[in-house]
């Protein structure tokens, strides 16, 4: 046992790198360290503090954890250039931020996989802990290494480096999966993991004997565990807030959208139970400012009757409410109108796509007149500016589809007008990766060279002044494609990549694309084949992981997305995705049909 960072030591690494906040720890709402713990995990964010403390999953856990009497967590992110160096200089092992315990001291290291160009990220800390990044290479001194997230269904480019991966809903994967750590204590490492295989969604690549892994869920939020405590940053963060989940999935049927696939069914939180989370939070922590998250907080039917338990909070304007995500409809409008928070700055909408027949096509449930009706009403409250996110590349876009983006940046700027208003119009359009376990896991991505030659034309082909337009750059698109369908044949490519300096990928002051085309061409592996078509009869490296929606149903999708047909909104019917039977969850919407 190393025991904890010497504090001298500390010091002086602090005292040589921007932003020392990031590595001390001793924010409120953390800790304190349990002496006696006989589990001890540590919560890994593969990416920089600001980052990682804005994620409200490693909120939920580690508050999960510190619940359970003999179980501990502790929470690690990945340094930022600055102190890898000063570590690596100084021989100082990566420490998590309670204890200053370096982390080959713990039982296990828990990753979130929340996005492909951090992958890198994880290498960067194993090795910065004496961890061996392979599974197979590990002795029995190692912690084991754990990855969750949306990342962990589509595992297998990780899956040398991964002793288990927890598959669905943390809250009802960790208690059991700390449970099997305690009891297996003292054995060795294969018979842990063992252990934790035989857990229902734990996929355990060094055991794992052909069949599926299926995800677990949570089935009612409101009797199952949630957070009432937080630990408030040192220092700013991306998400600075109070922040409550106020449901899992989404019944829209996005065919683009992995996160509205993997986290289904709809599971809502009661607005008596959120808003009570919320008021202790709000004590609990000092914030004034709160977060109703989800994947379309204004789908939730407990949205009106929370506004009206939260009035007199917001008369007093003691507490502000913000809306991260906003549908593309007056009603949603008319929400955010009413929070003084969401005052501040201008509106974001996703309408997607330029036209309604490419709409139809992914399924976004958003009509020109609903686009129409939103950008009036933002500028009838008083909004001055709108940001609007497309995708380009998407599946049958045609120059028409690009053109209409130009047509619908013009709408708004003619809505401005009409409301008298600045009209400050900015459009973001992103190039379109096919994800697993949609029905568009068999399309083909578009090359480099397509995706730059479509947002060049965007950009200069814009003729409106009142709009500034920005494309994402096609090398970030293109490897984000290569892993989010890839294999573990990926996991050679990872490590030869950051053994070359591959950080902080999804960084664009640190992202190399020159130094992943060696590394690809000097391992021989052709990566523009994994961003490539797939045949629909072709077995795909995540097919064992059994995310609830069957093949068929995204099949049948994939058809009526290549005939422009729509899909009914969950909660209108049920479309036979695969849930039903599956669950007891009452706003499944097999329900309803």
Same mark, same amino acid.
Request: glycine share 10%; charged share 25%.
């Given at each position: 046992?190393h025991?904890?960072?010497?504090e001298?030591?500390?010091?002086e ?11 001390i ?13 006989e ?8 990416d920089v ?10 909120q ?13 967590a502790e ?13 690596? +200089? ?7 931020l309670?204890?200053?315990?370096p982390?080959?001291?713990?039982d296990?290291?828990g990753?979130?996989?929340?996005? +492909? ?11 910065l ?8 290479e ?18 297998e480019?990780l899956a ?53 892994v299926?995800?677990?869920i ?6 199952n ?16 807030r ?8 989404c019944?829209?049927?996005c065919?683009?959208c992995q ?10 939180r ?5 808003? +009570? ?26 949205i009106?009757e ?9 008369a ?17 409008v008319?929400?955010?109108?009413g929070?003084?928070t ?17 709409r139809?096509?992914?399924n ?9 009706a ?5 500028f009838?409250?008083g909004?001055?500016?709108?940001k ?11 120059? +028409?589809?690009?053109?209409g ?8 700027v ?10 400050d ?11 697993g ?6 399309e083909?991505?578009?090359?480099r ?8 034309w ?12 920005a494309?994402h750059?096609?090398?970030q ?21 950051w053994?070359?300096g591959a ?18 061409e ?26 609830g929606?069957t093949?068929?149903f ?8 290549l005939?422009?047909?729509?899909t009914r ?25």
């Amino acid at each position: 046992m190393h025991g904890a960072i010497d504090e001298a030591r500390l010091r002086e690494l602090l005292s040589s790198v921007k932003r020392p906040s990031r590595y001390i720890g001793g924010e409120w709402g953390s800790g304190p360290v349990k002496d006696g713990a006989e589990v001890r995990i540590c919560y890994a964010f593969p990416d920089v503090y600001e980052v990682g403390m804005s994620y409200l999953g490693f909120q939920i856990l580690y508050a999960l954890t510190k619940s359970i009497a003999w179980a501990d967590a502790e929470r690690v992110y990945a340094p930022w250039p600055d102190m890898e160096r000063a570590m690596r +200089e100084s021989g100082t092992p990566i420490w998590a931020l309670e204890s200053k315990r370096p982390l080959s001291e713990f039982d296990a290291v828990g990753f979130t996989l929340q996005y +492909e160009l951090s992958y890198t990220n994880i290498l960067t800390i194993l090795d910065l802990a004496g961890i061996p990044f392979r599974s197979d290479e590990r002795g029995e001194e190692c912690p084991l290494i754990l990855a969750g997230g949306p990342g962990a269904l589509t595992p297998e480019p990780l899956a040398p480096f991964v002793d288990a991966f927890l598959i669905g809903d943390g809250e009802a994967l960790i208690p059991e999966v700390l449970e099997a750590l305690r009891g297996t204590k003292g054995m060795k490492r294969a018979d842990k993991i063992a252990a934790l295989s035989k857990i229902e969604g734990v996929y355990a690549p060094l055991f794992f004997s052909g069949g599926t892994v299926r995800r677990r869920i949570i089935e009612n939020l409101d009797e199952n565990f949630y957070h009432t405590s937080m630990i408030v940053p040192n220092t700013g963060i991306v998400h600075d807030r109070v922040a409550v989940q106020v449901f899992k999935g989404c019944t829209r049927g996005c065919r683009f959208c992995q996160a509205g696939i993997i986290d289904r069914p709809v599971r809502e939180r009661s607005a008596a139970s959120v808003c +009570e989370q919320v008021k202790t939070l709000l004590d609990n922590t000092g914030w004034e400012e709160v977060g109703l998250l989800s994947l379309a907080t204004c789908d939730w039917s407990g949205i009106t009757e929370s506004f009206e338990r939260f009035a007199p909070m917001l008369a007093g304007n003691q507490i502000k409410l913000s809306l991260p995500s906003l549908r593309v409809d007056a009603f949603s409008v008319g929400l955010a109108a009413g929070l003084e928070t969401m005052r501040k700055g201008g509106l974001t909408f996703a309408p997607e796509a330029g036209t309604q027949r490419l709409r139809d096509v992914i399924n976004k449930g958003v009509t020109d007149e609903a686009i129409d009706a939103a950008l009036d009403a933002t500028f009838e409250h008083g909004w001055d500016r709108v940001k609007l996110y497309f995708m380009m590349g998407l599946p049958t876009e045609t120059q +028409e589809d690009l053109a209409g983006i130009h047509e619908i940046c013009g709408r708004a700027v003619a809505a401005a007008k009409r409301h008298k208003k600045r009209g400050d119009i900015s459009a973001s359009v992103a190039g379109f990766v096919p994800k697993g376990h949609t029905p568009f896991q068999w399309e083909a991505q578009l090359s480099r060279e397509e995706l730059r030659e479509r947002g060049r034309w965007l950009k200069s082909n814009l003729r409106n002044r009142k709009v500034t337009l920005a494309y994402h750059e096609p090398e970030q698109t293109f490897l984000e494609g290569v892993f989010a369908r890839g294999d573990a044949r990926l996991a050679d490519a990872i490590e030869e990549a950051w053994k070359r300096g591959a950080r902080f990928d999804g960084w664009s002051e640190f992202f190399d694309f020159g130094r992943w085309e060696k590394v690809f061409e000097d391992l021989e592996i052709d990566a523009a084949a994994y961003t490539g078509a797939r045949k629909t009869e072709a077995k795909l490296p995540w097919d064992h992981i059994d995310c609830g929606v069957t093949k068929e149903f995204l099949l049948r999708e994939r058809a009526k997305a290549l005939a422009a047909e729509t899909t009914r909104d969950c909660r209108l019917g049920c479309n036979g995705c695969g849930w039903q039977g599956r669950s007891n969850v009452g706003r499944c919407a097999r329900e309803q049909d």
